[in-house]
């Protein structure tokens, strides 16, 4: 694939689908795990049986989507990238076979006793399928994250010949990005979900006073979101020393730094200029330096300078992550504010907050999927123009397909993605406006 154009719609394709899959996909795993904890919690308090059965609509249909986004991504991974199959299939058959395998266990042994099987098992045996769901989902993302991070860090494994061989599966699991991965998309999914919590319980009490099982939905909501800032921020940190061994572009390109050297003084915002290669507008804070780009000889920094022309695209990564910053500081303002609140006014009134603040974590019911959403898809961003770091390149894998055929694709990709979130965004407003009936046979009763 020559054409840069095509090039590009074929990335844009891609990347976006894969990003797009792994939200919900967190977003799915996480809440998941919260359905298991109100769950086991059901036991000692009633008031969490309606949550639990509110938002377990939601973790289908979250599944529902990672399931359907899926797909097509695999489709395009053979329809867009024809050559890396042949370059990676040592690597990346045993993984999607684990992938496919696991999804179909969990799918077939528990996700239908979960979702359907409450009034016909007992209240142990579907605590349990709830817990193997999660179990199971998390493994899938941890299945996927490791076949993602091994393309940003290729341990375990060596280039000969054209191909990679793998010569430590332990290595390669366990000794890449994968972990820390699979800990900051999950802390990510569960952002995603408590700003949900929170911002569907802001929502409903401008409406009407909360139920004891809404506000306790809405505690929870905000201390899950708290601690999910923390271990994502903690999964990110960890990740950096691998980084600046393997993606030392790509930090650079975080930073906005040009020119290798002493000074990385920190670029609160500029402008990049990848024709120049200089920034615009550029906004320094010299008391501080960036603490995590890679080292060259004699303590100097690693800049742009030392890609030799192979740059992913700067300003997207740059203003990305900034915006990302932006995003996570407005979330932690308004948790905080509301912690604030809490303590002033009580848990059980939240009328009785002023009307501007809940309407603001109401309008970031969605901002904590968003942020996950970016945050993916910012890290395929800082890899381009490798599909697998400092080897292989998306142009020479590429399928010579034509611009309109790709536009078009394209069009439909986002057409068809945007209506299945408008369809849970509305699913999930229409719930909280009505409840949830929940649906039993007649003498039975919910447990």
């Keep these: ?24 996909l967190a977003l799915a795993a996480a809440l998941a795990w919260l359905l298991c904890g109100m769950k086991w919690r059901a036991r000692s308090a009633v008031a969490w049986l309606p949550a639990y059965r509110f938002w377990v609509r939601f973790f289908a249909l979250a599944w529902v989507l990672a399931f359907a986004s899926g797909l097509p991504v695999l489709f395009q991974a053979g329809s867009l990238w024809p050559g890396l199959g042949e370059r990676v299939g040592n690597v990346a058959g045993p993984l999607l076979a684990a992938i496919v395998l696991t999804v179909f266990l969990f799918k077939t042994c528990f ?36 076949l ?12 000969f010949n054209g191909q990679y061989y793998v010569n430590d599966w332990r290595g390669l699991l366990f000794d890449g990005l994968a972990p820390w991965m699979l800990l900051r998309v999950l802390a ?17 009490s401008l409406r009407r006073e909360l139920s004891d099982s809404e506000t306790r939905v809405f505690r929870l909501g905000l201390w899950l979101a708290l601690a999910s800032l923390l271990a994502w921020g903690g999964a990110l940190l960890a990740q950096v020393p691998m980084l600046a061994a393997w993606q030392p572009v790509q930090l650079a390109a975080l930073a906005g730094l040009w020119e290798s050297g002493q000074d990385a003084s920190l670029v609160l915002f500029a402008w990049p200029d990848q024709a120049a290669q200089v920034n615009l507008a550029e906004w320094r804070l010299g008391l501080f330096e960036w603490p995590w780009l890679a080292h060259q000889l004699e303590g100097a920094w690693a800049g742009l300078d030392q890609a030799s022309g192979m740059l992913p695209p700067v300003a997207a990564v740059f203003l990305t992550a900034r915006l990302l910053a932006v995003l996570a500081l407005v979330i932690v303002l308004a948790l905080l504010g509301a912690l604030w609140h809490a303590q002033r006014r009580g848990w059980q009134r939240m009328s009785a907050w002023p009307t501007a603040w ?8 969605f901002a904590g999927l968003l942020m996950l959403a970016v945050s993916l898809w910012l890290g395929e961003m800082g890899r381009v123009p490798y599909f697998v770091s400092g080897t292989i390149t998306f142009a020479e894998v590429g399928n010579s397909l034509p611009v309109a055929g790709l536009w078009a694709s394209l069009a439909a990709y986002v057409v068809v993605l945007g209506l299945g979130v408008w369809g849970f965004a509305r699913m999930l407003f229409q719930a909280a406006r009505h409840g949830v009936v929940p649906v039993r046979r007649a003498g039975e009763t919910l447990r």
Excluded at 5 to 14: C, K, M, N
Excluded at 358 to 365: F, K
């Design 111 to 146: 996700l239908g006793v979960m979702l359907f099987g409450q009034m016909r098992v007992s209240p142990r045996v579907h605590a349990l399928s709830v817990f193997m769901t999660a179990a199971g989902l998390t493994l899938t993302l941890f299945w996927e994250l490791v």
């Design 1 to 24: 694939m020559t054409d840069f154009t095509a090039l590009a719609l074929a990335q844009v394709q891609f990347l976006g689908g894969l990003g797009f899959h792994q939200a919900f």
């Design 358 to 365: 809940r309407r603001l974590l109401a309008s970031l019911t």
């Design 188 to 204: 990510g999914g569960f952002l995603a979900v408590a700003c949900l919590m929170t911002g569907i319980s802001a929502w409903q």
């Design 148 to 159: 993602l991070g091994w393309t940003h860090a290729p341990v375990g494994s060596t280039w």
